[in-house]
Structure formats: C-alpha cells, structure tokens
C-alpha cells in the first residue's frame, strides 16, 4: 500500500444490506427496489453501493452519470442501471453503449434516442410538479404516442421525482397528475410499465405511493435527517472519519493560533491531526467538537487544508499517535452526521457525500 495520511473514512458495507432489508420490509415484497448511486454512490462509491444493496435484495441501480454507470458494471453488476438524464444528445450513441436504460425526459432527447439504429428500452421522465427534467403535462399525449410508435423504443417505465415530501397535499396533487399521466401513456398503447415516484423521503412516509418501484437512494445510504432518521430502521453507512495525532504540544498564554484567528488566554496543551477540509470536513464555522482517548475536546479555530488543532488541556496522557474521530463512536460518545450538519449549517446530504468522496475510504464487512 502506499503510504498515506492516517487520516480515513470507514464504510460499512453491512449497514447497506441492513437498509435494504428496511427498505424491503417497508415496500413489500413485489415492489422493485432500484437503489440510487448518483454522486458516486452519495460518497460511498457508486460501484460497491450498487453491488452490495443488489446482493442484499435490491433489483436494480440508477444514476446520473455515466462514470457511475461504468462503476457499477466494472463492479460486476449486472441487474438493470437506469440513467437519470444527465448526458448530452450528441452521446446518445455513447450513453447507450454504457449497457443502460436511458431516460427521455423531453422531445430533443426523444429526437436523439430515436436516431440511434438499434431498438432500445426507455424510461420516460415526467414533470408532475418538481420544475426540473421531464415531460410537462401539455407534452404527455405527444411524447407518449411518439414513444409507442416508434420502433426504436421500447419503453419500460414512467417516472418522476417528487418535490414538497413534507406536505401531504402538495404530495397527493403530484400523484393524481401522475396517475393522470400513466393512464395516458396506457392509452398510447404503453403496457406494463414500471411506475416510480418514491425516493426515500416519499417511501418512509407515504407507503402507499410506492407504485410498483421505488428509488431510494439516502435510506439506502444512511444519510438522513431529522425526523425521517427515527421513521425507519436506518443505519449510517459512513461510520467515520477518523485520523492520529501528529504533535502534541503546550502554547503558553498569550499565543496567537492559526491565522491570527485567536489569542489564547490560558497555557493551553494542544494537538494536531493531518484532517481538514481537503477531507470534506467543513472549513468554517470554527470550533466544533472531536474525540480524543474518549473525553470531547474542543477543536480549536477553523480547518485547515490538511490539518485541525484540538484542545486537549484536560485529556490525561494524551500522546502522539492517539486517534482522533471527528465523525463516529469512541468510548461512550459519539459524534453524528447530524451534529457535524448543526454545528457547519453544511446539510447532511451535502456534507456526508463530500467527506465520502474526498476521503480515503476504507470498507468494513
Ligand atoms: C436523487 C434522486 C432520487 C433519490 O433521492 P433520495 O432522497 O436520496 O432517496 C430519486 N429519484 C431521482 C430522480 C433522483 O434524482
């Protein structure tokens, strides 16, 4: 191995299988399960995301972007990838080369698919009220009777991704236009469609819009919030962040830290790990809180680049070399995704990718 910072993330790919197993408990047993990957898999990894929740029961993996794509098919997957409409209609060709169902989500995109030679399975995406890709409703019946009679498709799903999941109203008027849009497409001839409207939000709170598929793709990934992550039985997947002490040292009163961002006023013991928001971790607000020999320390001032600053006056024995957890369990505390998010104002849908990307990785289970 190459040497490296001790500085690292832990994943555990057995919280994957056990969000799964919630997922499919919530869902039943007939409701497909398409687990999402975007983003390199929220941060875990697309490819390892996608081949562990497949193998814990899910039926499918979808996606953004075709590195994604390719991730999970050099993984080994081999059950079905939707393509979330992401590519350029010049890599029509190119995308569907991939060995993925892509998505037409508007006429141009419909125009592209249509050129290529050989007959391909299609999704449809439509716009039920989110504003963003997809067909909007006054497009349907064209989009729809164009898809069925083109011999270049074959279509095999309807979908569309939900906005306002924390108002049941809203939510209701986005499913009657979808039922309204997937009666359409069955008088366009469209039969036996795969209908997914649910990502997790949408799959916690409203069983009863599951369809005959679903879309999750932070439950899977353990990266809730407050309340949705009391809902359901989730667990984290991205455990922690961890790195070691490289110095330990007194500052006297008086000394400035850092930048100038603070003069302290008392002898202070102070220690540094090579982990800063090169590593995802937020550079701002300062301070925040870290595990040390598990006792919280304060962490002092901002993140560094590569480097954070802990205050560890009154740990006893503190020494180089110890392990620091800015995310995770040590002892009896524990630091959470979602104190990170308090702390930074950085939501955990943001925050927890990041760190996961930009991290090392190392995979447990
Ligand atoms: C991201 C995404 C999902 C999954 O959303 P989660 O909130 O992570 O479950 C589902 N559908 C589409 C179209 C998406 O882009």
New binding site residues.
């Given amino acids: 191995m190459t040497l490296d910072r001790p500085t690292w993330i832990d994943i555990d790919l057995e919280a994957i299988r056990h969000n799964v197993r919630t997922t499919r408990r919530l869902v039943g047993p007939n409701v497909k399960i398409f687990v999402?990957c975007?983003g390199d898999g929220y941060g875990i990894g697309a490819g390892v995301l996608a081949k562990t929740a497949i193998e814990a029961g899910a039926d499918a993996a979808a996606c953004?972007s075709p590195s994604d794509a390719s991730a999970i098919r050099s993984a080994g997957v081999t059950a079905p990838i939707l393509l979330?409409a992401s590519t350029s209609t010049v890599d029509a060709a190119a995308t569907v080369s991939l060995g993925v169902i892509p998505t037409i989500h508007d006429f141009s995109s419909l125009d592209a698919f249509s050129e290529l030679s050989e007959l391909n399975e299609v999704y449809i995406k439509i716009d039920c009220g989110f504003g963003r890709l997809g067909f909007t409703a006054p497009e349907w019946s064209e989009a729809f009777q164009r898809l069925a009679s083109s011999s270049r498709f074959k279509v095999a799903g309807l979908y569309c991704?939900l906005g306002s999941t924390e108002d049941r109203a809203k939510l209701e008027l986005q499913l009657e236009k979808f039922h309204s849009a997937a009666a359409q497409a069955k008088a366009a001839g469209l039969h036996d469609l795969v209908l997914m409207i649910a990502?997790?939000?949408v799959t916690i709170g409203q069983i009863g819009f599951n369809m005959n598929a679903v879309?999750?793709?932070?439950?899977i990934c353990g990266i809730l919030e407050e309340p949705w992550n009391r809902l359901a039985d989730i667990r984290p997947v991205l455990t922690s962040l961890k790195s070691k002490l490289i110095q330990v040292k007194m500052l006297a009163a008086g000394s400035t830290l850092a930048y100038g961002e603070a003069v302290i006023g008392r002898d202070m013991l102070i220690a540094i790990a090579p982990v800063g928001f090169a590593d995802g971790y937020p550079r701002l607000p300062a301070g925040g809180v870290a595990l040390i020999r598990g006792q919280r320390v304060p962490i002092l001032g901002s993140r560094a680049t590569e480097h954070t600053t802990f205050d560890v006056t009154d740990v006893d024995g503190v020494a180089v070399n110890d392990e620091v957890v800015l995310l995770g369990r040590q002892g009896e505390h524990v630091i959470t995704g979602n104190d990170i998010a308090d702390h930074t104002g950085v939501p955990l849908i943001e925050l927890l990718p990041r760190i996961g990307r930009l991290a090392r990785r190392v995979y447990h289970g």
């Fill in positions: 999402v975007k953004s979330y991704h990502s997790s939000r879309n999750p793709g932070r439950m």
